[in-house]
């Protein structure tokens, strides 16, 4: 009945205990409860957290459970101003995805262009995207919808270990929903262990990958996988993607903890060339020119470096690195 206010029926059992025995111990809940101690003082923490328990004024070292009409009123208000909140950020995704779609409605009656690829068929689609994987230098990134069952591919046989191991920089959004899969759980955990950055989110507008951030690429039909793909090449249409990916991305959820992550990840090339670089004293315009890359994808390359040495400075960076052996 208050699921949606996040208590659950075992919370609730607590609450009401404490409610009704105002002076009792953690200790006689659990003996009124029948309940393990351990797990009444982890409900009793939930409680907290909810503030649905909390300390006694005129007793600093008291607690007590509060009138249900002020704490689940309140409680049911900050749920709302949460929900309005989702509401809002749905909606900008919403107009997001819609500018990626009119652009893309536009570009697909553009096929005889060099910067677009039309590949009919999923297999066709899947060949060519393993090739741009393949192909890939430094990052990949890509928006799943894809329902995981158990028929999927034990994960030491997918691509994605093989692009992790080259060092590519991976970062995934999956369905929410996919988390109640034993078998995609242990995908994505793995995929995490080697690097790969994954994260959640309850919906998905459409399938959309990207490679070093200068290729797109998205379904022809969004309701039809069979149908097969278009790859854009060109800056407007796979920019928009790259807004599109950041709105999501920063609004996932990661699904695990970042220090889980295998530390002998290798470096890309470039994150190699970068390193040395600025160790040399170059600035940032130096490096995209001497590497010919944008001043853009030098300062990803450092930014990403610095964030994963957990560099606040040029100077951390150079001492992290070369503690490593990097330089």
Known sequence: MLEPLGVDEATFAVYHALLNHPDSTPEQIASLLQKPLADVQALMDKLRM?????PTWTNPDGEHAVHPRVGLTGLAERRRTELNKMLGELKEAEASAEVVAEQYNELLTSRSSGDVEVLKGRANASRRIEELALKTRETFW???PAHFDESMPPSDRSPDTEVLRRGIKMRTVYLQSMT????ARGYAATIHRLGGEVRVTPTLPMRLLLFDEEVAVMPMDPENPTAGAVIHRTPAVVSVA???FDAYWSRASEMF???DRDDETPLTPHESEVL????GGAKDEQVARLLGISLRTARRITANLSERLDAASRFELGVAAAKRGWV
């Open 257 to 259: 903890d970042p220090d």
């Open 50 to 54: 909810l503030e649905l328990l909390v």
């Open 276 to 279: 040395r670089l600025l160790a």
């Open 180 to 183: 109640e899969s034993k078998q």
């Open 142 to 144: 890509g928006l799943v």
């Open 242 to 244: 790259l807004a599109l």
